[in-house]
């Protein structure tokens, strides 16, 4: 059974840089698109970006600029940096594997647990 | 931006059948995907491709397009279905991300 295992972020001060990583366990590494989407509270879910085993990545144009994702195959880890964090990024992460079948956007079929992450002077 | 809409709530009896809509320009040309998500936990994906239900999903849960709006049935809604729903879709760009709906809260009582 495929299972997402995330950690980091916590209680942030504005202008500092949010951290989380994302653990896989079970199943292959490679062939899936490693994505990071965000809930801010009471609000609808938000893509990130995603990230493939061979590095190549795919941003949203609202974070471009202040997200890095990046990918260690030897731990079968991915993980999520956003720069410049202010309130308006106070939401739970979730980092979430997705499936792109042929002609298709990208399904997400398992997820991680979620973490929140807050940010305030 | 592309945006995907939901109403915010449905509420339903127990036995009866949900429907929950999702409209977007895009939807006619592009698959729709549905997500369950209950109280603090993370979403469940219960229809993709439109009509198409993962393992493990129950046979109530249907789903449907037709012009520029997708629809999630539930038929005979359970107790254990009240949570939030999102439909999920991507627009004519070329990006793979894409845009989730505001959401729906569904009520069984």
């Known amino acids: 059974q495929v299972q997402l295992r995330q950690w980091g972020g916590g209680l942030l001060k504005p202008s500092e840089t949010l951290s989380l990583t994302c653990a896989v366990y079970?199943?292959?590494?490679?062939?899936?698109?490693w994505t990071w989407i965000r809930q801010p509270p009471g609000k609808r879910l938000e893509w990130i970006g995603e990230?493939?085993?061979?590095?190549?990545?795919y941003y949203s144009p609202s974070f471009n600029s202040r997200v890095t994702m990046s990918v260690d195959t030897s731990k079968n880890q991915f993980s999520l940096k956003v720069n410049s964090v202010s309130a308006a990024d106070t939401a739970t992460f979730y980092c979430?594997?997705?499936?792109?079948?042929?002609?298709?956007?990208?399904?997400?079929?398992?997820w991680g647990q979620g973490t929140l992450v807050s940010v305030s002077s | 931006s592309y945006e995907l809409t939901q109403p915010p709530s449905v509420s339903v009896s127990p036995g009866q059948t949900a429907r929950i809509t999702c409209s977007g320009d895009a939807l006619p040309r592009k698959y729709a995907y549905w997500y369950q998500q209950k109280s603090g936990q993370a979403p469940v994906l219960v229809i993709y491709?439109?009509?198409k239900r993962p393992s493990g999903i129950p046979e109530r849960f249907s789903g449907s397009t037709s012009g520029t709006m997708a629809t999630l049935t539930i038929s005979g809604a359970q107790l254990d279905d009240e949570a939030d729903y999102y439909c999920y879709s991507t627009d004519h760009g070329g990006s793979p991300g894409g845009v989730f709906g505001g959401g729906t809260k569904l009520t069984v009582l």
């Open positions: 979430a594997r997705g499936v792109r079948l042929s002609g298709s956007a990208t399904l997400f079929d398992f």
């Open positions: 990230i493939s085993q061979s590095g190549n990545t």
């Open positions: 491709e439109d009509t």
């Open positions: 079970g199943g292959s590494f490679s062939g899936f698109y």
